[in-house]
């Protein structure tokens, strides 16, 4: 806990600063949202699609998650999210195909890219650079050029928010500008209460960083855009602090996940549970949420409720979304881990890359 409040202690351990860009976290949302206006668009313009597919993987794949989670209820094409190198059978040239990579080398998104040239599909790409945009330059595509230097789980300000206006622009999305506005407020309001200065005692993401500690967390959110964000938690918590975590959602997992808590009570007491929440669930929801606690809470080393703030949904969206990022850093550093590195994803990447040598 201690370590969480020394300065000193914190820069030794987090020499790339992966604490300083969760902190500017509502900055890149406001340089994103700047980034969406300069956005030319006049490509993609104009036309009816069929549906719209994301394809993109990891922290950049997030992109595309977070924004179908947001507008799958209130749009009236098909909306589908890709993490493979495939893009689906019923994508034609109909579709607009939105190919989110970081760094734009992703050989995922890269090869259902070059699928999308080959249908005839409408392409946006979302990039800082590398063969995605060389891909866009060559066909004539629209891009999203966002800025490079970060870890693409890093940036997820910059690859969704752009995106996400770029699908109001062309009338895809029905988003009032005054929930994005509340979202990135809430975030400059949150982004204060949880930054290194805060002390644990008054912080709650060091609290639930000490929470987790050296036991395995789960991750529970609920179907719709909190499914996503447990999901997000899981992934920053596996890249961030290098540490095993799994998640679920209800309702799905009360109709098998839940009975597999009754064996292993030995090992799964090390395990805490986090539980994502929304003041006004609907009584269905409440219901399985509460029984599901009473069942299985004494195979847990404890339960974890948190509350999801914010009026709109893009606003619950993105507090969540930002306590879980600046979390899993904390958990880092109490652990004694340099947030920063992937170095087994590297290590993968360059085995893989040995591929298109050969």
């Known amino acids: 806990m201690e370590k969480l409040d020394d300065p000193q202690q914190i820069a030794q351990l987090d020499p790339q600063g992966m604490l300083q860009v969760e902190e500017a976290f ?118 999203i050029k966002v800025p490079s230097g970060f870890q693409p789980r890093g940036a997820i300000g910059f690859l969704f928010l752009p995106t996400l206006l770029a699908l109001k622009k062309l009338g895809i999305v029905h988003m009032d500008l005054v929930d994005i506005n509340e979202g990135l407020d809430a975030v400059k309001n949150l982004s204060a209460r949880l930054s290194r200065k805060v002390p644990t005692g008054k912080n709650f993401a060091k609290q639930l960083a000490c929470a987790i500690g050296d036991r395995l967390p789960v991750i529970y959110g609920t179907q719709g855009y909190l499914r996503c964000i447990a999901y997000r938690w899981k992934c920053e918590i596996n890249e961030n602090a290098k540490t095993p975590c799994f998640w679920a959602h209800f309702p799905e997992l009360n109709h098998n996940e839940t009975v597999g808590w009754e064996r292993l009570a030995s090992v799964t007491r090390n395990f805490v549970l986090i539980i994502l929440r929304e003041q006004d669930e609907p009584p269905s929801i409440k219901t399985r949420i509460d029984t599901t606690i009473s069942l299985i809470r004494e195979n847990l080393g404890q339960v974890i409720e948190v509350p999801v703030e914010g009026r709109s949904l893009f606003c619950r969206a993105v507090t969540a979304l930002y306590l879980g990022d600046i979390a899993s850093v904390y958990l880092a550093l109490l652990s004694g881990v340099d947030p920063t590195p992937v170095e087994k994803i590297e290590k993968l990447k360059q085995e893989l890359a040995k591929l298109d040598q050969s």
């Open 26 to 143: 509502y900055t890149q949302l406001v340089q994103a949202r700047e980034i969406a206006q300069s956005v030319d668009l006049s490509k993609i313009s104009g036309k009816k699609y069929a549906g719209v597919v994301f394809t993109g993987m990891g922290g950049s794949g997030f992109a595309g998650d977070i924004i179908k989670s947001l507008i799958e209820h209130s749009v009236h094409i098909f909306t589908e999210s890709v993490k493979g190198y495939r893009l689906p059978g019923y994508v034609n040239k109909d579709w607009l195909v939105v190919a989110v990579s970081y760094s734009g080398n992703t050989q995922e998104t890269v090869a259902c890219i070059e699928q999308a040239v080959k249908l005839g599909a409408t392409i946006l790409a979302v990039t800082s650079g590398g063969r995605l945009a060389q891909i866009a330059q060559d066909h004539d595509c629209a891009v």
